[in-house]
C-alpha cells in the first residue's frame, strides 16, 4: 500500500534528531578515555538514550501513516452484491451482503502477499444524503472521513469471500445509503475495499426508513378514546334534544 509523501517527510523529522543524538554520543565516547567508570556509565545513559528517542519515533511514525491514509490509494479488489429493499425498517429489517476477491483486479496470490487480513462492511450515505450534512462529509483522508459511520460485520478475509445478514439498528436515520468493504492488514491498516456504488455514489442507493416512536398499543388507545369521544358527543346531543322537548 502507499503512503502519502508527507509520511516519508515528517518520518525524516523525527528519525534524523535520533540518529543525530547518537552520533553526538558516540563522538563523546571516541574522545574521552573509555577506561573511566564515569564515562563508561555517560556512554550507555547516551546509548539507552538513542535508543530510547529512536523507539519513540518509530512508534509515532506508524501511529501518523495511519491517519495519512488515503481513500484514492485504495485498490478496489471487491465485489460486492445486497439484498435490501427500498424503506428497509430500522430496528426490525435486514440486509444481508455478500463480498469476494475480484480476481480480475488481485489475484489470491497477490492478496495474500499484500497482507489482506480482514473484511469490514459498513452502511454508508449516498451523495444525496450528505449535501449541507458537514457530519456525513466526504473525505480521501480515512480519518476524516465520515461516509461510512455504521459497522455492520467484520470476517476473516478468504479469496472465495463470504457473507453477512445484519439486522438494521434502531438508531439508523432516514437516508439514502450504499455498502462498502473495506480489507484491513495486520496492522489494521485499510488497504483494499469494494462497494455497491459507483465512485460519485449517486447509483443503486437503497433507503432506510426510522422509528417513528409509534407503537400498536397507542394507536389502539388513540381509537378507543376518539370512539368514545364520538359517542360521547353523540349522546350529550340526544340529552339535550330530549330535554329541550320536555321544556
Known amino acids: 500500500m502507499q503512503l502519502h509523501r508527507s509520511w516519508l ?3 525524516s523529522l523525527l528519525v534524523v534528531p535520533c540518529f543525530c543524538t ?3 554520543g558516540l ?3 571516541i574522545l574521552r578515555l573509555s577506561s573511566i567508570p564515569a564515562v563508561r556509565v555517560e556512554m550507555e545513559a547516551y546509548s539507552h538514550l538513542s535508543i530510547g528517542l ?3 519515533s518509530v512508534m509515532l511514525c506508524g501511529h501518523l501513516s495511519q491517519g495519512l491514509q488515503r481513500f484514492s490509494e485504495l485498490n478496489n479488489s471487491l465485489i460486492l452484491e445486497y439484498v435490501a429493499q427500498n424503506g428497509t425498517k430500522a430496528g426490525e429489517g435486514t440486509i ?3 463480498w469476494k476477491l475480484d480476481t480480475a483486479a488481485v489475484s489470491a496470490a497477490d492478496a495474500a502477499a499484500a497482507d489482506y487480513k480482514n473484511v469490514h462492511v459498513k452502511l454508508c450515505f449516498g451523495a444525496i444524503s450528505q449535501v ?3 457530519w456525513r462529509k466526504t473525505n480521501d483522508l480515512l480519518s476524516k472521513d465520515k461516509t461510512c459511520p455504521y459497522e455492520m460485520g467484520a470476517q476473516p478475509f478468504t479469496p472465495e469471500g463470504g457473507s453477512i445478514t445484519w439486522t438494521v439498528t434502531k438508531e439508523i436515520p432516514f ?3 450504499f455498502i462498502r468493504a473495506y480489507v484491513t492488514n495486520t496492522a489494521k491498516e485499510k488497504i483494499a475495499y469494494g462497494q455497491t456504488s459507483n465512485k460519485q455514489r449517486t ?3 437503497f433507503t432506510i426508513e426510522p422509528i417513528t416512536g409509534r407503537h400498536a398499543s397507542l394507536d389502539i388507545a388513540a381509537a378507543v378514546f376518539s370512539a368514545f369521544s364520538v359517542i360521547s358527543l353523540f349522546g350529550f346531543y340526544l340529552g339535550e334534544k330530549r330535554f329541550i322537548k320536555k321544556g
Open 54 to 56: 529512536l523507539l519513540f
Open 132 to 134: 449541507d450534512r458537514a
Open 175 to 177: 437516508a439514502f445509503y
Open 22 to 24: 547518537a552520533t553526538v
Open 96 to 98: 444481508s451482503v455478500t
Open 203 to 205: 447509483t443503486n442507493l
Open 27 to 29: 563522538r563523546i565516547s
Open 9 to 11: 517527510f515528517i518520518s
